[in-house]
């Protein structure tokens, strides 16, 4: 379970939401939210503007304890935007279920379409390798996905929409939206099987402390309202109230499990890089 969830700590970090992957420059007039159940991912505003070489740091707490870190890092890549998210367990989790997870993407940044994605797992004792390819002329993705014990390797195509976002740049795309309380949107994310349609509802705000600072927050619920996910869980994002939308918090509910991300830090570029 611990494994299962700590998974969920890439997808937050990159976050997104991810910790999502997440950590868009907005100004005050980015894209409006519609309130329309249709799942598509809209082009972002051209006033949005990735974090260059920024990086998101957050603390994971698993029921109180301390379970680890997960960090997302943007940088341009010749015409794309490369995401790459880290989540590694700490203390008594790693004890119990040791998680090395990369997160590697590719964002064609004008679209917000994932072009491709790569992922190293290393979860108790399974190390797993997949490479993902999206191919929006003939809808499809293509999956190949290595065992580094075994050996063993599969492949598999799936059918996907014009354009799709993946679990970690997907809160890149949340925090390019006008994110007023009351509105929600509903857009399909994948990962290398079946798309998850994903809805986010805009539910108030509130006052939120974390290690960074304290800050004016929007609240946003996520759940994935079709795949095989639907019902199995619920994500809560904290968005500061301002132009960035910075992902502050992230709590999960995923069947008796709880997980908390709180934004310890933001490291800034160094000079020549």
């Known amino acids: ?22 950590f868009g420059q907005n100004n005050t007039s980015p894209a ?34 301390n379970a680890g870190t997960a960090t997302v890092t943007l940088k341009r890549a010749g015409n794309s935007e490369h995401l790459r998210s880290i989540a590694d367990t700490s203390g008594l989790a790693n004890k119990l279920f040791a998680v090395h997870d990369t997160f590697d993407a590719d964002i064609e940044p004008r679209t917000f379409c994932t072009q491709q994605i790569s992922k190293h797992s290393e979860e108790g004792s399974r190390r797993i390798e997949r490479q993902v390819h999206f191919n ?10 290595t065992d580094l014990k075994t050996g063993n390797r599969r492949q598999a195509d799936f059918d996907i929409s014009t354009c799709v976002t993946d679990v970690v740049s997907g ?13 929600s949107q509903t857009f399909p994310v994948n990962d290398g099987g079946r798309t998850t349609d994903v809805k986010i509802e805009v539910e108030g705000r509130n006052h939120v402390k974390v290690p960074l600072g304290e800050f004016e927050a929007l609240r946003v619920k996520v759940e994935p309202v079709s795949g095989s996910l639907k019902g199995k869980g619920v994500l809560w994002v904290w968005f500061t109230d301002d132009a960035r939308h910075v992902p502050l918090q992230m709590k999960s509910k995923l069947g008796f499990a709880t997980l908390l991300f709180q934004l310890q830090r933001m490291d800034q570029p160094r000079a020549g890089n």
């Open 171 to 183: 809160f890149f795309y949340a925090a390019s939206l006008n994110l007023t309380p009351g509105s």
């Open 136 to 145: 929006y002329q003939t809808a499809k993705s293509h999956m190949e996905e």
């Open 1 to 22: 379970m611990i494994g299962r969830v700590a998974n969920l700590g890439t997808l937050c970090a990159a976050i997104a939401i991810a910790i999502s992957a997440c």
């Open 32 to 65: 409006s939210m519609s309130a329309a159940p249709t799942s598509r991912i809209a082009p972002p505003p051209a006033s949005f503007h990735f974090p260059e070489s920024e990086t998101f740091v957050y603390a994971v707490e698993w029921h109180m304890l």
